[in-house]
């Protein structure tokens, strides 16, 4: 009996043919979706860090273990202040991201210049450790407070990644995401992960895209006006998104926005902020963060 196997046109490189980030793109591309480790650490002085890390699992359940590992940046071969903490303090925080906080996660990721409080920038609840000193995300429905054993270096030239030996010595998990027998309901925690790009995988319902934070500054949800941060409507995800945008529009832009809006106006004659906040909402659900700037900047 003979097969007959249909071959497929590959493409064939070595490693060292290529650029480390065009190799970081294959890698990326192929290797997913890839759970994120939300880390929190402390720096030396005791000032907060907040940044996320797709390339992360766990590796042992006894003792419990968890390693996630910052590269050296790719642009300059620094590295990111997470590492440079958990050397000092030998101590992280590593906080589960589910689908309703992945826009602020995504906002965190911007790289802040180092002594900048991402859980502000990003909007997000500082929960104080019961064992370690670095502070927990309180939206987070997972979250695991670690003593660092090790730090194993694979490199010293940029893109070269720093595994953390992380050891659970407490667990912190939202009683909302049990099943009836008090295990985590995989439906309930609705987990987001990496994948290559853009791209997220989203467990519940497949993939998604979160644009990467702006190459410059996102302004942070700290800035957004209170009256917009304390929404009953607009989620963590919606401010996340308004929070990446480097500046906030101008009255003049803001104006000439609501005269060739009809709907809009209608709407403003109302006097109805809920219903002005969810057309923001339904601008942010199109990627249109602009426009929803626009909208509740018009009242």
């Known amino acids: 009996m003979y097969f007959c196997i249909t071959m497929r046109e590959m493409i064939s490189v070595l490693p060292n043919e290529l650029t480390t980030a065009n190799l970081h793109g294959y890698l990326l591309g192929a290797v997913g979706p890839r759970p994120i480790a939300f880390a929190s ?6 000032k907060p860090n907040l940044s996320p890390f797709s390339f992360f699992n766990v590796f042992s359940s006894n003792p419990p273990i968890l390693i996630f590992s910052p590269a050296r940046r790719v642009r300059d071969n620094t590295t990111k202040h997470t590492l440079d903490n958990v050397l000092k303090t030998k101590e992280v925080v590593i906080n589960v991201v589910n689908y309703a906080m992945v826009q602020q996660m995504s906002l965190s990721s911007t790289e802040y210049p180092e002594g900048e409080n991402e859980f502000k ?3 997000l609840t500082m929960v104080k450790s019961d064992v ?3 502070y927990r995300v309180g939206e987070s429905p997972v979250q695991f407070e670690c003593k660092v054993t090790k730090v194993e ?4 030239e940029g893109g070269a990644g720093n595994l953390i030996f992380s050891e659970v010595v407490k667990i912190h998990v939202d009683k909302s995401i049990l099943d009836a027998n008090g295990s985590i309901d995989q439906h309930k925690i609705d987990l987001v992960a990496r994948m290559g790009g853009n791209w997220y995988s989203r467990a519940n319902s497949g993939l998604f895209e ?4 702006l190459s ?3 302004i942070g949800v700290d800035v957004i006006p209170e009256e917009i941060r304390l929404s009953t ?6 401010l996340g998104m308004l929070g990446n945008i480097e500046k906030i529009p101008t009255a003049s832009e803001v104006a000439e926005f609501i005269n060739t809006n009809m709907e809009l106006r209608a709407l403003l004659s109302a006097d109805d902020k809920k219903q002005l906040h969810k057309r923001a909402q339904e601008y942010l ?3 249109d963060v602009l426009s929803a700037w626009k909208v509740l900047l018009s009242n």
């Open 132 to 134: 370690v000193k670095p």
């Open 233 to 238: 409507i607009l989620t963590g995800n919606d």
């Open 41 to 46: 650490t402390l720096n030396e002085n005791g």
């Open 210 to 213: 979160v644009p990467k934070p």
């Open 216 to 218: 410059s500054l996102g």
């Open 121 to 123: 920038k990003a909007g």
């Open 285 to 287: 659900h199109k990627n």
């Open 153 to 156: 270096a694979l490199g010293k």
